[in-house]
């Protein structure tokens, strides 16, 4: 590449207090770059110890996401990938704990000569040595990166001062996008710029001018404001832009780029700015939302319900494939631990279909069980994904093949019908940390059946896969010998990867996860499908379904 064409590195960092959106700005800068040509990716920096959060309870920090290299990974790279329809790999997410392993590995190796390692310059080095693996590959001419917690955390400081590096030694080529809180006080019915101020201080302090800031703001921000913020935090007016609340996240790329958010960054990065970003597909999608016709219920059955984020990329998958049918989303979350033989009814019926979730462990399963008898019964939509699948098959073991004791040796090691069992290369494991069957994974359809149908007919496909237990094959000619069709495989272990209920209207369940490679562009074609047939159970038939509009 010439000098024109070098990667440029953005990063997003974040002040005054946490969650504010940083992701949802990176992924959103990412959307308004690609769509004016240029090749982008996004990565995610964590600053916590955890070599990955795959051991992380959700409720500590949500969802785990997978990428297609097998690699657990934060519920940020879930957002980046539904705004860019660009898949991530392990480079795309980094915690510091995998970042001091790498350099005590290299330590122990012998790769410093005896040399004193230390935070600057081997921490960092390391650091600055992830951030432009992305950027070395040729693929890209924007990298964003975005670097978890607030500015001011010790944890971060790595992180920070290896940015403050890259700044001087890239020049042009690097720029910090900063987003920070400017609170609404309602007893003084102001908006208050200080905490803004300290926040930019902090990173001042710290090395970093930042060269564009985002004000997270729940109200218009007049002019005179966003003037004295830009005077006193060093930073030229146009660049001082702000992030209202809006409906759905995915207004925010049409918001950031009503502020021109795209255009100062190509202005400060040398790269051209001239024309529009082509939005059209993604405006076709915000425009079915806006205009919606009535509802689909949907009840998603799980433990971690307390914490929306745990279950995001289900979440979002509904809403995109609801979108597409022009329909809106109308999710509930049902307690897995809260439902029994006496209340399921009362706690399922009105909704026009139900999602069993994954998860891990014994609590709430049996809530579990008694929603996929109750949904098999009534012939009601189910969709159960990784541990929801195992369940449908316990449940059926039970209830239909009349194995009483039927279980996962999860659950129950000591089971007499172990229908759902551990892998056999799972068997000598023994650390917890990214041992499980992790990543893209081909699966070979049954022809004929619902789930091939709902991917259009298609022989092989791949998916991405988190799970360490499997339907154990002993059992699977009794399955389907009782209505249980074993509807894809993977070619090579003939692991089962899908079962459905070939009496139903839609009963279907897949070992893989499907959820994480839905996107706004790309509905996946089985939220689609289950979408579809909670739309043919829908109570009110009076109401137009997406292809009985009149023109």
């Given at each position: 590449?010439?000098?024109?064409?070098?990667?440029?590195?953005?990063?997003?960092?974040?002040?005054?207090?946490?969650?504010?959106?940083?992701?949802?700005?990176?992924?959103?800068?990412?959307?308004?770059?690609?769509?004016?040509?240029?090749?982008?990716?996004?990565?995610?920096?964590?600053?916590?110890?955890?070599?990955?959060?795959?051991?992380?309870?959700?409720?500590?920090?949500?969802?785990?996401?997978?990428?297609?290299?097998?690699?657990?990974?934060?519920?940020?790279?879930?957002?980046?990938?539904?705004?860019?329809?660009?898949?991530?790999?392990?480079?795309?997410?980094?915690?510091?704990g995998?970042?001091?392993?790498?350099?005590?590995?290299?330590?122990?190796?012998?790769?410093?000569?005896?040399?004193?390692?230390?935070?600057?310059?081997?921490?960092?080095?390391?650091?600055?040595?992830?951030?432009?693996?992305?950027?070395?590959?040729?693929?890209?001419?924007?990298?964003?990166?975005?670097?978890g917690?607030?500015?001011?955390?010790?944890?971060?400081?790595?992180?920070?001062?290896?940015?403050?590096?890259?700044?001087?030694?890239?020049?042009?080529?690097?720029?910090?996008?900063?987003?920070?809180?400017?609170?609404?006080?309602?007893?003084?019915?102001?908006?208050?710029?200080?905490?803004?101020?300290?926040?930019?201080?902090?990173?001042?302090?710290?090395?970093?001018?930042?060269?564009?800031?985002?004000?997270?703001?729940?109200?218009?921000?007049?002019?005179?404001?966003?003037?004295?913020?830009?005077?006193?935090?060093?930073?030229?007016?146009?660049?001082?832009?702000?992030?209202?609340?809006?409906?759905?996240?995915?207004?925010?790329?049409?918001?950031?780029?009503?502020?021109?958010l795209?255009?100062?960054?190509?202005?400060?990065?040398?790269?051209?700015?001239?024309?529009?970003?082509?939005?059209?597909?993604?405006?076709?999608f915000?425009?079915?939302?806006?205009?919606?016709?009535?509802?689909?219920?949907?009840?998603?059955?799980?433990?971690?319900?307390?914490?929306?984020?745990?279950?995001?990329?289900?979440?979002?998958?509904?809403?995109?494939?609801?979108?597409?049918?022009?329909?809106?989303?109308?999710?509930?979350?049902?307690?897995?631990?809260?439902?029994?033989?006496?209340?399921?009814?009362?706690?399922?019926?009105?909704?026009?279909?139900?999602?069993?979730?994954?998860g891990?462990g014994?609590?709430?399963?049996?809530?579990?069980?008694?929603?996929?008898?109750?949904?098999?019964?009534?012939?009601?939509?189910?969709?159960?994904?990784?541990?929801?699948?195992?369940?449908?098959?316990?449940?059926?073991?039970?209830?239909?093949?009349?194995?009483?004791?039927?279980?996962?040796?999860?659950?129950?090691?000591?089971?007499?019908?172990?229908?759902?069992?551990?892998?056999?290369?799972?068997?000598?494991?023994?650390?917890?940390?990214?041992?499980?069957?992790?990543?893209?994974?081909?699966?070979?359809l049954?022809?004929?059946?619902?789930?091939?149908?709902?991917?259009?007919?298609?022989?092989?496909?791949?998916?991405?896969?988190?799970?360490?237990?499997?339907?154990n094959?002993?059992?699977?000619?009794?399955?389907?010998?009782?209505?249980?069709?074993?509807?894809?495989?993977n070619?090579?272990?003939?692991?089962?990867?899908?079962?459905?209920?070939?009496?139903?209207?839609?009963?279907?369940?897949?070992?893989?996860?499907?959820?994480?490679?839905s996107?706004?562009?790309?509905?996946?074609?089985?939220?689609?499908?289950?979408?579809?047939a909670?739309?043919?159970?829908?109570?009110?038939?009076?109401?137009?379904?997406?292809?009985?509009?009149?023109?």
């Open positions: 590449m010439d000098n024109q064409h070098e990667t440029r590195y953005i990063f997003v960092t974040g002040g005054v207090v946490s969650s504010l959106g940083k992701g949802i700005i990176a992924a959103s800068l990412a959307r308004l770059l690609l769509s004016r040509g240029l090749r982008v990716t996004c990565q995610k920096f964590d600053p916590y110890i955890n070599i990955d959060p795959g051991t992380l309870n959700p409720y500590e920090h949500g969802e785990c996401y997978v990428t297609v290299d097998g690699h657990e990974a934060d519920l940020d790279l879930g957002h980046y990938e539904r705004f860019t329809n660009i898949q991530t790999t392990r480079a795309n997410n980094v915690t510091t995998r970042v001091y392993q790498t350099v005590i590995d290299k330590e122990r190796h012998g790769d410093y000569l005896g040399k004193t390692v230390q935070i600057v310059p081997h921490i960092t080095d390391e650091i600055k040595r992830c951030v432009k693996l992305l950027g070395n590959t040729g693929r890209y001419d924007v990298v964003i990166t975005e670097i917690g607030t500015v001011g955390d010790i944890e971060a400081l790595p992180f920070i001062e290896a940015m403050r590096q890259l700044k001087w030694e890239l020049g042009r080529r690097c720029l910090c996008v900063h987003l920070t809180y400017v609170p609404y006080i309602a007893a003084a019915s102001e908006l208050k710029t200080k905490p803004t101020q300290h926040s930019v201080k902090q990173l001042q302090q710290e090395g970093i001018q930042p060269d564009v800031l985002v004000l997270r703001t729940e109200r218009e921000i007049p002019v005179s404001m966003l003037r004295k913020v830009a005077q006193f935090c060093n930073v030229s007016v146009d660049a001082v832009t702000q992030s209202r609340d809006v409906p759905t996240i995915y207004e925010v790329p049409l918001m950031m780029h009503e502020q021109r795209d255009n100062i960054v190509l202005e400060k990065m040398g790269l051209p700015a001239e024309g529009e970003p082509d939005l059209r597909a993604w405006n076709a915000l425009d079915k939302m806006r205009h919606a016709t009535g509802e689909v219920r949907i009840g998603l059955v799980g433990k971690y319900v307390a914490l929306q984020d745990a279950y995001k990329s289900i979440d979002e998958s509904l809403l995109q494939a609801c979108t597409y049918h022009d329909r809106r989303l109308k999710l509930t979350y049902i307690n897995s631990e809260h439902i029994n033989a006496g209340n399921v009814d009362e706690l399922l019926s009105g909704h026009d279909g139900i999602v069993v979730a994954p891990f014994q609590r709430g399963v049996e809530g579990k069980f008694a929603a996929l008898q109750w949904c098999r019964e009534h012939d009601v939509p189910t969709f159960g994904i990784c541990l929801g699948m195992q369940c449908m098959v316990i449940e059926f073991a039970r209830n239909v093949l009349g194995m009483a004791d039927a279980n996962s040796t999860e659950m129950d090691p000591h089971t007499q019908h172990n229908v759902i069992d551990l892998m056999e290369e799972q068997k000598t494991v023994t650390n917890l940390g990214g041992t499980m069957r992790l990543g893209a994974y081909a699966c070979r049954k022809e004929g059946t619902k789930v091939a149908q709902a991917y259009g007919n298609a022989s092989v496909i791949q998916e991405r896969h988190r799970h360490r237990f499997e339907l094959d002993e059992y699977r000619e009794a399955l389907e010998a009782a209505g249980m069709t074993v509807a894809g495989v070619p090579e272990s003939g692991l089962a990867e899908v079962v459905e209920l070939r009496d139903k209207q839609w009963y279907i369940g897949t070992q893989y996860h499907p959820e994480y490679s996107t706004v562009l790309k509905p996946h074609p089985l939220f689609m499908s289950f979408v579809a909670c739309l043919d159970r829908h109570a009110d038939a009076a109401e137009p379904g997406p292809h009985d509009k009149q023109d």
